[in-house]
C-alpha cells in the first residue's frame, strides 16, 4: 500500500498499536509533522500505544499531548542507533491515546 502520512486512508480508530521508524523527520515542514502525527492519533483506538523512534523525536510530544495521548515518555536509545556522529542516537517517544467518547463504538474487522 502507498499512503500519504498526512492523509491515511484509514477509519478512525482502526489500530491498536501503532509502530513508526524514522517516518516524520522525512516529512520538511513542522506543519506536515503535526499533521501526520494528528492523523496516526486519529487511526489509533481509544486506549491505543504507538512508538516512534526519530531522530528529533522529542518535540513530537507537544503534538501528541494535544492529539490526546497521554503517558507519553521519551528516551535516547543506545549506541547501536546513533547515526552520523558518536553519540547522535535516536529517541523513542511512546505514548498511549485516551480512552474514546463513550458509546463510541471502533470498527469491526
Not at 2 to 15: H, P
Not at 55 to 72: K, Q, S, Y
Not at 76 to 82: E, G, I, P, V
Not at 85 to 107: D, Y
Request: glycine share 10%.
Amino acid at each position: 500500500m502507498e499512503a500519504n502520512a498526512r492523509s491515511l486512508r484509514f477509519a478512525s480508530e482502526s489500530f491498536d498499536i501503532l509502530v513508526s521508524n524514522v517516518t516524520f523527520t522525512n516529512i520538511p515542514t513542522e506543519a506536515g509533522r503535526e499533521q501526520a502525527l494528528s492523523e496516526a492519533v486519529r487511526v489509533l483506538k481509544g486506549g491505543g500505544r504507538m512508538r516512534v523512534v526519530d531522530e528529533g523525536a522529542r518535540r513530537h510530544v507537544d503534538v501528541l499531548r494535544r492529539a490526546g495521548c497521554t503517558e507519553i515518555t521519551v528516551r535516547r536509545l543506545d549506541w547501536r542507533t546513533a547515526y552520523g556522529v558518536p553519540g547522535n542516537q535516536m529517541i523513542l517517544v511512546t505514548a498511549q491515546k485516551g480512552p474514546s467518547p463513550p458509546g463510541r463504538k471502533s470498527p469491526q474487522p
